[in-house]
């Protein structure tokens, strides 16, 4: 059929869950999947509103058999996918000196191999039809590192690394790849993980006026909807480009930090984050 079909995984709340409904609206097939249940009858019901088929199943990114399993529904319900959108992440905050290793395995297999375990499982069927496309959403932390978020940096440039090098291997299957690297959406997202430290760390003032520069810069970023409006125009392109931000201010961020020197950014940066000593 000429139905598109996109797979786009934590489409319960924030930008996934606008991105969904947007394409919807253009007549795609939307098979996706959350943690959470609840969210996913909402999501049900405005898709329902929106029309069209779609696939929801209530799962959790780390669960790799589940996933494989989600994969096979989905091309029994459709027979193809055109796209994957790569879209769950969660935040990790705090000095590093002060971070629960155990924990930060457990955020990096869910930034990092939750998004290579939803690839693995649809590459094969984009390959053999040599045509498909996977969106994953990355970070403009995944290219410009921020301090006390060490471990989130990390999985994202993980995951930024991962598609670069995927993007040769799959390049000669009709497989595009792009990365979507959204700075700090208004959302939930943040705050849920911008706990602060004990007051006795060392790390305590900076902390405290990190995560309070933030929230500014937080109430100028653009809101979920926005966000998901130019994300759904990368979904939709044919061969998007391979770094993607969503902001002309963006763009012109991460060009600047990989173009100064430290000696020049560094200072710029622990200003307009409000952490010199």
């Known amino acids: 059929s000429m139905n ?7 489409l319960g709340a924030g930008m996934g869950y606008e991105v969904a409904k947007i394409l919807a609206g253009k007549g795609m097939s939307i098979a996706g999947f959350d943690m959470d ?24 990114i780390t669960n790799r058999p589940g996933i494989l399993k989600f994969r096979d529904k989905v091309l029994a319900e459709y ?5 994957v959108l790569s879209n769950v992440g969660l935040g990790f905050f705090g000095p590093f000196e002060e971070i629960d290793l155990e924990k930060a395995i457990k955020n990096v ?21 040599r045509y498909g496309k996977l969106v994953v959403m990355a970070s403009m932390i995944g290219r ?15 995951v930024e690394g991962l ?24 959302s939930q997202f943040a705050a849920k993980c911008h706990n602060r430290p004990p007051v006795d760390s060392p790390y305590y003032d900076r902390v405290v006026r990190f995560s309070k520069q933030n929230s500014e810069i937080l109430k100028a970023s653009p809101t979920p909807l926005e966000a998901a409006k130019k994300i759904a125009a990368i979904v939709e ?3 998007p480009k391979l770094h993607n931000q969503l902001s002309r201010r963006d ?11 430290n000696c020049i950014y560094d200072p710029m940066f622990l200003k307009h984050m409000d952490i010199k000593n």
């Open 109 to 129: 297999e869910i930034n990092l191999f939750g998004a290579a375990a939803l690839l693995q499982a649809f590459i094969p069927s984009m390959r053999e039809r």
């Open 4 to 10: 598109k079909v996109v797979v786009i995984s934590g």
């Open 251 to 261: 763009s012109f961020n991460v060009k600047i930090s990989e173009l100064l020197p």
């Open 144 to 158: 410009i590192p921020f301090p006390f978020e060490s471990i989130y940096v990390a999985g994202k440039f993980a």
């Open 79 to 83: 027979g193809h996918v055109d796209t």
């Open 37 to 60: 249940p609840e969210a996913l009858k909402t999501v049900k019901k405005d898709l329902d509103r929106i029309g069209g088929v779609h696939y929801l199943e209530a799962l959790d």
């Open 237 to 239: 392109e044919s061969a």
């Open 163 to 186: 598609v670069r090098s995927i993007r040769y291997e799959l390049e000669p299957f009709g497989i595009k790849v792009a990365l979507v690297e959204p700075s700090q959406v208004s």
